[in-house]
């Protein structure tokens, strides 16, 4: 069994789908205002609009996304305008990584792996 699908519930869907197409690099040719595949070919990453609000501000959730070079999506980023939580560390078991909360307020991470992890 593998896992098939995350997907971010939000109450806008084009804001939030526009911000993972940015970090990931991707354009899915969609502006759809209540459903948008954002990954397809691995763990599929789907942005959703079910018609629930969702006012209560809880956050419940993070995404950990692995690159190559956690520094250069660093710089990336900034030149974006994410507003970066922890700029990249390196962590005591050898990782590298950064996070930053995407607009809806979930906690994002990238990390590069040690190269014996990999």
């Known amino acids: 069994m593998t896992l098939g699908e995350v997907c971010l519930l939000t109450d806008d869907v084009v804001r939030l789908a526009d911000f993972y197409k940015m970090l990931l690099g991707v354009d899915n040719g969609s502006e759809d205002t209540v459903h948008q595949t954002i990954l397809s070919r691995e763990t599929m990453l789907t942005v959703y609009n079910d018609g629930e609000s969702r006012e209560n501000g809880v956050q419940k ?14 710089a990336r980023l900034v030149k974006q ?15 590298r990584n950064m996070s930053f909360y995407d607009p809806d307020g979930n906690m994002v991470y990238i990390r590069s792996l040690p190269p014996e992890a990999t």
Not at 81 to 95: M, N, Q, S
């Open 61 to 74: 959730m993070s995404l950990a996304f692995t690159s190559d070079d956690v520094d250069r999506e660093y």
């Open 81 to 95: 305008g994410v507003r970066i939580l922890e700029k990249p560390v390196t962590r005591p078991w050898g990782a």
